[in-house]
Structure formats: C-alpha cells, structure tokens
C-alpha cells in the first residue's frame, strides 16, 4: 500500500517561506515523478511543480522564480521550498507521485498566506 505523507504546511506572512515535505513508502519502486498540486477554495486542482527520478523539473508559471523542487532519491521524498510567498499561494498542497504509472495522492497540507 503506497502512502505519501506530508509535511510543513502552515500560516505565514506574505513574503515569508516555508519548505512542505513528502515521503513515499509502500512500492518496492521509486516514484518515476513526484511533484506538488494545489487546490484553493472554489477552485480546482492545479501543478505546482513536479520532479522526475532523474532530477527534470518542471513549474507552473505562477510560482517559477520563487519556488523550487528537489528529491532525494535515497529517502523517496520529495521537498518544495516556497519563498517570496503571496495571498494568492493559499491552497491546500497535496503531494503527488506516480509509481509504475499509477498516480498516488497525499491527504493535502494546508498553507495559509496573510497578507
């Protein structure tokens, strides 16, 4: 049974950083991709950033320049460092991974941005 957990979520200022974490456990394989999707009230799910096993990155438009995505290969877990953050960015993240192409979902970390 894959799990992906999740980690870091929380409130911060505007302009502020906070760093979310992901681990993935249950597969004898490692994620081919992992990434981070957000979904804001009323709004639908959308790519944050994704990371393939071999380091390609790839970034919504909105967040490039202030978000970055890394993994560890070793540990299977996956790191989003969000900076310069903004009202906007309040959402909840989920984490994503796809194994073996299945796609697996975390249970969603909330990151709340006041302005």
């Known amino acids: 049974q894959v799990q992906l957990v999740e980690s870091g979520g929380g409130l911060v200022q505007a302009g502020g950083s906070l760093r979310l974490s992901c681990a993935a456990s249950?597969?004898?394989?490692?994620?081919?991709?992992m990434g981070w999707y957000r979904q804001a009230p009323g709004q639908q799910r959308e790519l944050v950033a994704t990371v393939t096993v071999n380091g390609r990155t790839n970034y919504a438009d909105s967040v490039k320049g202030r978000f970055t995505i890394s993994r560890d290969n070793a540990k299977n877990t996956a790191y989003l460092q969000m900076t310069s953050l903004k009202p906007e960015d309040t959402a909840v993240f989920y984490c994503?991974?796809?194994?073996?192409?299945?796609?697996?979902w975390g249970q969603g970390t909330q990151v709340t941005v006041s302005s």
């Open positions: 994503y991974a796809n194994i073996r192409a299945r796609d697996y």
């Open positions: 249950g597969s004898f394989f490692s994620p081919n991709v």
